[in-house]
């Protein structure tokens, strides 16, 4: 597992085989062929794609998760998703739309498949 630690901020697409934690900040897209931690630190300000996905951060962006995507309680999502199952626990807040489907006709990342307009209806 890749850790991206309190304090430090990185621009630009991270990509991992395996799974990535963030407790930091991410300016960019994410990709990981398993599974996106963001921490009740983290903040991601981009795309993040996954098999799994559980926010306990702040993400500004599109999330896809292939087969299953948590928002824990402190979460704070904008932007459009997507996944197979989904669970919100109580005080999440997100701001979107969701689309969800079989983990058998999910793209595998976001860009693989018509990019949804991810700009909150305020700033169209």
């Keep these: 597992m890749s850790i991206i630690t309190a304090g430090t901020i ?14 930091g900040r991410i300016v960019g897209e994410i990709v990981a062929a398993q599974t996106v931690s963001i921490g009740s630190s983290g903040e991601v300000e981009g795309n993040v794609s996954a098999k799994t996905v559980t926010v306990g951060g702040k993400v500004s962006g599109g999330v896809l998760a292939q087969e299953k995507l948590v928002f824990e309680s402190k979460a704070v999502v904008r932007g459009d998703v997507r996944a197979a199952k989904l669970v919100i626990d109580e005080g999440a807040l997100f701001d979107g739309k969701c689309i969800m489907s079989d983990s058998k006709g999910m793209p595998s990342q976001i860009g693989s498949e018509v990019k949804p307009d991810l ?5 169209k």
């Design 119 to 123: 700009r909150r209806p305020d700033q």
């Design 10 to 23: 990185c621009e630009g697409k991270l990509r991992s085989p395996g799974s990535i934690r963030i407790e």
